[in-house]
């Protein structure tokens, strides 16, 4: 059974750093599109990030240069790495895997989230 | 940056049909894919690649894409599909590939 479980999540300083991580089973990351998508309060979904099979990786404008997508096979788990946090990054961060080997495709299986606050 | 546009709100009578749209630049040349998301749970995929379903979906979710506009219809209404509904697609036409969502839109069954 494919299962993502999320952690790391907390209340944080602007300014500061955090690091998500997604515990993966059923499956390996190494093999799939693994994303990182959130949801602030009372809002719509907001897609961060995406690690391909081969490597690459490509983050939304709004977090690129701040925030850092990778993996750790030995672990079968997902990071996100976020410097330079933001009150706008408040939110809900999911971890979803992708359907398939299409780059275009869509996040089938999805985590409960982690809750991250950015407040001083 | 690719814009998809969803309308706040859809309402249907269950057993009607409520049919919501995705609007975006041509987006009959790109695939689209289609979220459920009840309060406090996390997002369902319920179609994708247009108009394909994932295993355990109704058949009653079905999708279209053409030119400008894409179409979740959920036929046979039920109370249990009161949900937000985003739709989504991957932006490659830029320096920086992205998913975009739109901004969801509310289904309330009457």
């Known amino acids: 059974e494919v299962q993502l479980v999320e952690s790391g999540g907390g209340l944080m300083h602007p300014g500061g750093s955090l690091r998500l991580s997604c515990a993966a089973s059923?499956?390996?990351?190494?093999?799939?599109?693994m994303n990182w998508v959130r949801q602030a309060p009372g809002k719509g979904l907001e897609w961060v990030s995406v690690?391909?099979?081969?490597?690459?990786?490509f983050h939304a404008d709004s977090v690129r240069g701040r925030f850092t997508i990778s993996r750790q096979i030995s672990k079968n788990t997902v990071s996100l790495q976020m410097d330079s946090l933001r009150p706008e990054d408040t939110a809900i961060y999911y971890c979803?895997?992708?359907?398939?080997?299409?780059?275009?495709?869509?996040?089938?299986?999805w985590g409960r989230g982690t809750l991250v606050a950015v407040s001083s | 940056s690719y814009v998809l546009t969803q309308p706040p709100s859809v309402s249907a009578a269950p057993g009607q049909t409520a049919r919501i749209t995705c609007g975006g630049d041509?987006?009959?040349?790109?695939?689209v894919h289609w979220y459920q998301q009840k309060p406090g749970q996390a997002p369902v995929l319920v179609v994708y690649g247009d108009s394909d379903r994932p295993s355990g979906i109704p058949e009653r979710f079905s999708g279209s894409n053409s030119e400008n506009t894409a179409t979740l219809t959920i036929s046979r209404v039920e109370a249990g599909d009161e949900a937000d509904y985003y739709c989504q697609v991957w932006d490659d036409d830029s320096d920086h590939p992205a998913y975009v969502f739109g901004a969801g839109t509310t289904v309330t069954v009457l």
């Open positions: 690690l391909y099979p081969g490597g690459r990786t």
């Open positions: 041509d987006i009959g040349t790109k695939s």
């Open positions: 979803a895997r992708g359907l398939g080997s299409d780059t275009t495709g869509p996040h089938l299986y």
């Open positions: 059923g499956f390996m990351v190494s093999d799939n599109y």
